[in-house]
């Protein structure tokens, strides 16, 4: 049901993992996500620890997803002396192409103790379905 968009995504991943880069707004980071079927739709579901609800970003465009957040740094002290800081700050991005087969304009989006879930139902029209099969023909003879 999902396509990725970018082959080099996990190669980015580690290097960031490695260097301690974070995202901006120009290039930001990755977000850990799942994705799966559960039942008559498909869930997507992000980790954004830290994110603040008002920091994040849902669009779709015809079959594009994206969702953007941000994590901000927390106002501290002017005492306060950072010994160490392992938690990514900045920009969080990802860009999902939606199959046909899913119904983008009945999206719902919940967001509770920093997991945004997305549920996308799957289309009528990609629902299997029975056919019906017509009554008896009938069958003339031809005389001639």
């Given at each position: 049901?999902?396509?990725?968009?970018?082959?080099?995504?996990?190669?980015?991943?580690?290097?960031?993992?490695?260097?301690?880069?974070?995202?901006?707004?120009?290039?930001?980071?990755?977000?850990?996500?799942?994705?799966?079927?559960?039942?008559?739709?498909?869930?997507?579901?992000?980790?954004?620890?830290?994110?603040?609800?008002?920091?994040?970003?849902?669009?779709?465009?015809?079959?594009?997803?994206?969702?953007?957040?941000?994590?901000?740094?927390?106002?501290?002290?002017?005492?306060?002396?950072?010994?160490?800081?392992?938690?990514?700050?900045?920009?969080?991005?990802?860009?999902?192409?939606?199959?046909?087969?899913?119904?983008t304009e009945r999206i719902t989006a919940d967001y509770e103790a920093g997991v945004l879930t997305l549920r996308i139902p799957i289309a009528e029209r990609a629902k299997p379905r029975k056919i019906?099969?017509?009554?008896?023909?009938?069958?003339?003879?031809?005389?001639?």
């Amino acid at each position: 049901m999902l396509m990725r968009t970018d082959p080099f995504r996990e190669l980015d991943r580690l290097t960031q993992q490695l260097t301690g880069a974070t995202g901006t707004w120009s290039r930001p980071s990755a977000m850990p996500m799942d994705a799966y079927r559960e039942g008559e739709e498909y869930v997507i579901v992000f980790d954004l620890p830290g994110v603040d609800k008002d920091a994040l970003d849902i669009d779709v465009e015809r079959n594009m997803l994206t969702v953007k957040a941000e994590r901000r740094p927390v106002a501290r002290a002017e005492d306060v002396h950072m010994e160490l800081s392992e938690r990514p700050l900045g920009a969080f991005s990802r860009q999902l192409v939606l199959a046909d087969t899913l119904d983008t304009e009945r999206i719902t989006a919940d967001y509770e103790a920093g997991v945004l879930t997305l549920r996308i139902p799957i289309a009528e029209r990609a629902k299997p379905r029975k056919i019906r099969i017509g009554g008896e023909s009938e069958h003339k003879q031809i005389n001639g």
